[in-house]
Every structure is written in C-alpha cells, then in structure tokens.
C-alpha cells in the first residue's frame, strides 16, 4: 500500500501549484518510500508514494488505461485482481500491480464496480473524458483517507490529514464503505452488508464453515513480491493467525520467492505477558521469532512522534499504537515490508471483557456491529498510520468482507459469553479450531483471556503513562480544560497530556472533530456503560477497568470446559493471581 493525495477543480495550474502539490505528497512519504509519481491534467494533481509489495518493479503510480483517459491513484491491495484480469479479456494492463484493474473495470462498469474489489483500499479516480472523478474506501476503513474543500472549490482526498490540514477550509475523514462522485457532489454507501441495519441474525452456528472462512481470508492475504511476517502477541487472534499462515505458506508463491519459515514479531517491556506468550506460540508452531523489548521511557520519549502519526488523542488508541510504532520500525529494518495482524477479531465476536456483562443476545450483537462500523477511528487507524510511519503494512484478515459476512450472520446467542457453560469470550471462534487430530494451537492458548494490547505489553507500561503526565498536567489545568478544550474534553490528566500534543500538531477545528469521543469502559462504546451501573464511576479504556470480569471469565474454566465437547483441560499454572489496583483488576503472570 502507499500514500495517496489528489486536488481536484483547483483554480491554479501554475507551476507553482505543481510544487506546493510534491511538497504536501511529500509529508506522505513514509507512507511509500519506494518511489514517488505526480500526474496533472489541467486543474486536477493525482500524487503518489509508493511503498512497493506487488510487481515492485513496474507498478510505480499514478495507473493509467489503454489511453490514458482514466488516471488512478490508489493506496490498497486488491487480492482478487487476477480473477478480475479475467473478466477484463480485451483490455491490456500496463503493469502487474494488483491496483491496475481498477481504471480497467471502471471502463467497463462505471461507478458501479466498487463491490467487485475484495481487498483494502483509498483511490482517486479521474475520467479525463468529461473531467468528472471518484473516490471511494474500503470496507471498513481499513485504509485510511481523509477528504477537504479548498475556498477556491477545489477537493482535496489524502492517506493523512497531514496532507491537506495547511490548504483545506474544512475536512474531515471519508467514511469507509462510501464513494464520492463528482457528478453528484455527495457521498454514496457503496458497501450495504445484512449486519449493517443491526438486525438480528438467525443463522445457526457452524464452526467448520466459520474455520474455512478465517483460512481463506488469512491464504488470500499471502499475495506478496517482497519479505513479511506476522505479528505475534501469544493471544488468541494473532496466533491464529499465525497458525494459519505457517500452515498453508509452503504452498504459496511467496514461500517459493522468500521460503517456507514465518518470521513472528513481538513486542513489550520485560516479563511481559504477551513476550512469554509470544514465545510460547512461536516454539509451538515453529517460526522464527523476533522478540523486541521497550521500556517505559522509551515509549513515552517517543509519545510526541507518534500522535503526529496516528493523528488522534484518542487515550486507548495512543497506549495500544506507541509499542506497534516502536515495534514497527525493527520490523522494517530487518528488510520486512508487510505484516500480518490479528485487529478486528474483537468486535466480530464480542471479544472484549465488558461483553461478559451483556443483558441479551440483542444488546450483544447491535454493539458488536456498533464496534466494527467504528473501527476506522480506533483499531484499523493505529494499525494503518502505526505501521506505515515506518513503511510497513499492516493486512488484517479478520476484516475480510466475506469472513465478515459470515461470522456476522451467527445467531449471537452462540456468541454469548456464558461461563457455566465453559464459553469464555469469543467462544465460537476458539471452537472453530479446537482440533483434537490437527491442532492449531495448544489449548492453554486457544482460551488464553483477552488481553487489550495497551496492557499486554506490559501492565507497567499505563501505569507509567498516568505517571508521567501526572507530572506535566495540574490540577488547575484539568479543572479548566471544558474551557480550553470544549469539544471531547478531557478527563484525566492523560487525556489531556495527549490533547496538549495533538492540538500543537494539528490545531485545526475540522482536525479535532475527526477524532471520537465519549465515555467508555474497556473499550466498550457510550451505550454499553448502561450494561453496569458500577461502570460509570470507573471510566477507563483498560481491559482492567472491567470491574469483577478481567479475571471471572476463568472461574471454574477446568470443570465447565473440559465438561463441554470440546473436552479441553486447562493447565492450574494458567489461572493468574489476582491483585486489586485502583482502576481494577490486575493480573499477575
């Protein structure tokens, strides 16, 4: 993937435009470090810095058709691409670059071949014919964009805000799943799955097809012309994924290009619970793991860095990206250009430690559709801008389109946690490969507890975040911050430590309406406070704020799991000793 930005209709063509329009694509470049490419035509720039993965060689942008009437550019990957050569026989591609389909499909279909993409993807199209363009996201909003209206009329699409903040009047993000047509100056929802209206599904619970599911989602993701990896924690997402990858990576053109042992990435401060983790499942499955350790100095040092980068304040997003920042740019300087991530697993499944407190199978799903529809704002932008600060990818297959649409169509009563039955959080999820002849993880691991990623590198790492901006924000500031900060005011001294930062980077009113606000208790949205009444007095994003649940979910886990089918016997040594803190339970490894 790379970084992309377009001015459209602008009122200049002047050389000087041209210039400011390279040094605005500029501050996008460690987006795509590989190479560079500006296109004008007339009133329009379509600019482009590559981060090369398919066809490094020849797939430089902006894309063009036969006769370079259409011009794209276009920061995604689009894994159905050689199907979709198929069903184009008399047009002729110019590069292998899996993006190169799209100038090509939109000759043959019109604006209305978005939904035939399976991929991620942000592209600026341009129809020199009548000088009309479109923009559209993917999905989810697993890549990010951002769009901005210039005072001279002119449309303004970026990867980052960075891109557009200084020339645009107002911007904001593009919602995903949408288009932007020229033609009719508004925004059309291109992506309209069942899940979407928070209907509640009745589709019976069949593990096998949702197994078959997650294995396709993880294989077509293995598109690649250059070194990857995974990313591995030791939980139970990412080490799916990671077992699913080390099982069918010999078969794929990449391991005949870089060879059939998985490299693995993992990151936190010593004696952390995912580096044990980590290593555990590296050993089982067999890869070559690469352990990096921080400490708590070293993540706060680089604080600054990385809210310029992910370009919020949001607190949870900030604990859980400054690792995957320190963590992504030794991944990159080992020669690595993509990784795969385990982010999405969470709100498909209800993955989060509040979800144990959900009143019905009617509150738990619509939250879980609530969770992924704002999964741009969070989890998809850390890992997006966390990453390609450093030139590295981040693909996430449990947000593949099609997996979505089945493991959302389950009934979600068989997604209810519900501990006398011996059904943890994400139970069917564990189920679906729970394989006794097979296995793909140990079982001590398949029903390892959720840990947020913010706290399994390290319970020490928060804590020492709360200290340090103890330290740099008084009392008096936070007494007066709904009057320096009126909108999404901050409530805790490190909240207001992280607004400080990203208000001298960005201090644009449009900037500050991008990033979302609320109460919230671990990481539920605004509406499942109500779940507890407890929770209101303990608003904080940690999965240790869920009062009575961090550690509940594994009371009488031995005789209520292994009493179930799947017959799983989990080891005492797993059960963690418990020790209250001041925002909760904490666990001891």
């Not at 990576?249 to 990435?265: E, P, R, V």
């Not at 009617?362 to 529809?373: A, G, L, S, Y």
């Amino acid at each position: 993937m790379c970084g992309i930005l377009a001015v459209l209709g602008c009122s200049d063509n002047s050389q000087a435009k041209r210039v400011r329009v390279l040094e605005l694509s500029r501050r996008l470049k460690h987006r795509g470090p590989d190479w560079s490419g500006l296109h004008q035509h007339d009133d329009c720039y379509l600019a482009h810095q590559r981060l090369a993965i398919v066809d490094p060689t020849s797939g430089d942008q902006p894309l063009f058709n036969e006769d370079k009437s259409i011009i794209v550019t276009v920061n995604g990957e689009i894994y159905n691409h050689e199907e979709l050569r198929q069903q184009l026989p008399h047009h002729k591609f110019r590069t292998g670059s899996d993006c190169d389909v799209i100038a090509h499909l939109y000759e043959e279909h019109g604006e209305n071949f978005v939904d035939m993409l399976d991929g991620i993807f942000s592209f600026v199209l341009l129809d020199t014919r009548d000088n009309s363009f479109l923009v559209a996201r993917d999905a989810i909003g697993v890549t990010s964009l951002y769009i901005g209206w210039g005072l001279d009329g002119s449309v303004w699409i970026s990867s980052e805000l960075k891109g557009l903040i200084d020339d645009c009047e107002n911007f904001k993000s593009f919602p995903p799943g949408h288009l932007y047509s020229s033609k009719e100056r508004e925004f059309r929802r291109w992506y309209n799955p069942p899940w979407f209206s928070e209907a509640i599904p009745s589709a019976p619970y069949d593990p096998l097809a949702l197994r078959i599911a997650f294995e396709k989602a993880v294989i077509k993701r293995l598109m690649t012309d250059v070194p990857f990896g995974v990313l591995l924690s030791g939980g139970l997402d990412s080490s799916l994924v990671a077992s699913i990858t080390a099982r069918y990576l010999k078969d794929t053109k990449a391991a005949k290009q870089w060879g059939a042992k998985l490299h693995s990435f993992c990151v936190g401060l010593e004696g952390s619970p995912d580096l044990k983790a980590g290593k555990e499942v590296a050993d089982y499955l067999g890869t070559v793991h690469h352990e990096f350790h921080f400490t708590v100095q070293d993540g706060i040092d680089a604080i600054e860095e990385v809210i310029y980068h992910i370009e919020t304040y949001d607190l949870t997003t900030i604990r859980a990206a400054t690792p995957m920042f320190l963590m992504s740019r030794k991944i990159k300087s080992l020669g690595v250009k993509w990784v795969i991530s385990g982010e999405g697993s969470d709100e498909i499944f209800g993955g989060y430690l509040y979800f144990h407190k959900a009143p019905n199978k009617e509150e738990f799903h619509q939250e879980t559709c609530r969770k992924i529809k704002a999964l741009h704002k969070y989890d998809c932008l850390r890992a997006n801008k966390s990453t390609f600060a450093w030139g590295l990818e981040a693909r996430v297959p449990f947000l593949d389109k099609e997996f979505i649409s089945v493991a959302m169509n389950i009934d979600p009563e068989h997604k209810m946690i519900k501990r006398e039955e011996g059904r943890i959080e994400k139970w069917v999820l564990r189920k679906a490969f729970d394989d006794e002849e097979n296995p793909y993880l140990p079982k001590h691991i398949l029903y390892r507890q959720k840990e947020q990623f913010s706290d399994g590198v390290g319970y020490n790492w928060i804590d020492g975040l709360k200290d340090h901006a103890d330290k740099h924000v008084t009392n008096k500031m936070l007494l007066n911050a709904p009057h320096i900060f009126p909108h999404n005011t901050p409530n805790t001294k490190e909240a207001y430590y992280y607004r400080m930062i990203f208000e001298r980077f960005f201090p644009q009113n449009s900037a500050r309406l991008t990033v979302p606000g609320g109460p919230s208790v671990a990481c539920s949205t605004e509406k499942a406070i109500e779940w507890d009444a407890d929770w209101s007095n303990n608003l904080d994003p940690s999965g240790r704020a869920a009062l009575g649940v961090h550690v509940s979910a594994y009371e009488n886990l031995v005789n209520s799991v292994s009493s179930s089918s799947s017959k799983a016997i989990i080891p005492e040594n797993i059960i963690p000793k418990i020790e209250i803190s001041p925002i909760g339970v904490a666990i001891k490894s």
